[in-house]
């Protein structure tokens, strides 16, 4: 076991460096000087003096080599320095850090919900011995795919903000402005869960030992719950780290729609400005959000699945 856990930490680190340096390379060979952008947006479009140009890149240290770079910005992220703004000033941390509280309360509610709703949606699926009701509730899931984030969003402010004033349109302020992103957000993660957890259902459903368990008098409320739903929920739970990815996706362009300060909001500011080390801080902080809960998605699976510490403990002899 503890030879798993190390294996999944060091691969865990690697794409984390891989993340970072793929960024930087990107980053790196964009056709911009930011130098010129700073001073150019510090004169209002005037001309921009190429020596306090130089001057400013050699302050910022853009004078020297990319290996340089490189290896000077990676010593200082393993620190926890992610550098300075080159659009504000501030420290890349700060901005961060006051960024991802915001995103953090939006995608948790988010989370919850899609789970909530795209779990209740497959138990009730596969519980169901309507064979129309089945099929109504299974074609939901690819239509909740399918329907892009920012048009949900869209309806959803027309109908339940413009015409019924129930929730509020835009801003941060309070529970009331997150009930509409959060829904947009969770709609077509709630479809995705949905997906895979109504397809092991069913596969659970036809496995010898549900045939056992209704023999013996079980009801299917009870064989749903402590049979069904727990084998099946082990694909769902290796989707968790794709989900999470796709909940900081799509932030970005809930919170333009709903105008909300986050997480998104910063990444749209930071690309917009071409802010290098801002957008090497989300970027490597966000493969650290999808590294650790793809981490303890891995480490959670020897505590579920006998046949995953069977494997593991036949490695380990």
């Known amino acids: 076991m503890t030879l798993y856990v190390l294996r999944r930490v060091a691969a865990a680190l690697v794409v984390l460096l891989a993340a970072f340096t793929v960024t930087f390379v990107v980053l790196y060979l964009l056709p911009s000087d930011p130098a010129s952008i700073m001073l150019d947006a510090g004169t209002g479009g005037a001309s921009v ?24 910005a990676l010593g200082a992220a393993a620190t926890g320095d992610l550098g300075t703004s080159y659009a504000t000033g501030a420290p890349v941390t700060a901005l961060i850090g006051q960024a991802l509280p915001e995103t953090a309360r939006l995608t948790g509610l988010a989370l919850l919900l899609a789970v909530a709703g795209g779990a209740g949606l497959a138990s009730w699926a596969s519980w169901t011995r309507s064979a129309r009701l089945r099929g109504l509730l299974l074609a939901l899931p690819p239509l909740g795919v399918a329907v892009p984030t920012f048009w949900v969003g869209l309806v959803l402010l027309q109908l339940l903000s413009f015409r019924l004033p129930v929730f509020p349109a835009v801003g941060n302020q309070g529970f009331a402005s997150l009930v509409l992103p959060a829904v947009t957000l969770a709609i077509p993660l709630s479809a995705t869960i949905a997906q895979v ?12 030992y549900v045939e056992t368990a209704l023999a013996k008098g079980a009801t299917r409320t009870r064989v749903q719950v402590r049979h069904v739903t727990r084998n099946a929920s082990l694909p769902a739970l290796t989707l ?26 910063l990444v749209q500011a930071a690309v917009t400005s071409q802010d290098i080390p801002v957008v090497l801080g989300l970027v490597l902080v966000a493969a650290a959000v999808f590294v650790v809960v793809n981490l303890l998605v891995d480490l959670a699976y020897p505590l579920l699945d006998p046949r995953t510490r069977a494997h593991l403990a036949r490695s380990a002899a």
């Open 240 to 265: 968790l780290g794709v989900v999470v990815g796709n909940l900081l996706a799509g932030a970005v362009v809930v919170e333009t729609v709903f105008s909300r300060q986050g997480f998104g909001r």
């Open 49 to 72: 003096d190429p020596a306090q140009a130089e001057a400013l890149r050699e302050r910022l240290g853009l004078d020297r080599s990319p290996v340089e770079q490189y290896l000077s």
């Open 197 to 208: 957890l109504a397809q092991g259902m069913r596969t659970a459903w036809a496995a010898p």
